[in-house]
């Protein structure tokens, strides 16, 4: 059964940083994209950064380039999302979501999600 938990989310101060995780089983990690995407309450989820495993290419959205950065650990199959510089807006449940094309996960297709981290940023 495919799994993916993120981990990581929690109350930081604007200005403040945060590392999210999202650990993955079930699925071949290297023949998948993986994808960041968060979702303010009211707002549409959209999606904040991706990765393709297998070559490391990736996309950031504009208002977080230079702030975060996507990597993974392919031995672990774990994905991460490194967030620096943190603003308000950032504030979101951040989910990770996999999809097997990279083309597919840029246009925000996703096979699976995780449930969710809270990720929470005070001015």
């Known amino acids: 059964e495919v799994q993916l938990v993120e981990s990581g989310g929690r109350l930081v101060q604007a200005g403040g940083s945060l590392r999210l995780s999202c650990a993955t089983s079930?699925?071949?990690?290297?023949?998948?994209?993986i994808g960041w995407f968060r979702q303010a309450p009211g707002k549409e989820r959209e999606g904040v950064s991706f990765?393709?495993?297998?070559?490391?290419?990736?996309y950031y959205k504009t208002s977080v380039k230079g702030r975060f950065t996507i990597t993974t650990d392919n031995a672990k199959n774990t994905v991460y999302l490194q967030m620096n510089n943190l603003k308000p807006e950032d504030t979101a449940v951040y989910y990770c979501?996999?999809?097997?094309?990279?083309?597919?996960?840029?246009?925000?297709?996703?096979?699976?999600w995780g449930k969710g981290t809270l990720v929470t940023v005070s001015s």
């Open positions: 979501g996999v999809n097997v094309m990279y083309s597919g996960i840029i246009r925000g297709l996703v096979d699976y």
């Open positions: 079930g699925f071949t990690f290297r023949d998948y994209a």
């Open positions: 990765i393709n495993a297998e070559d490391g290419r990736t």
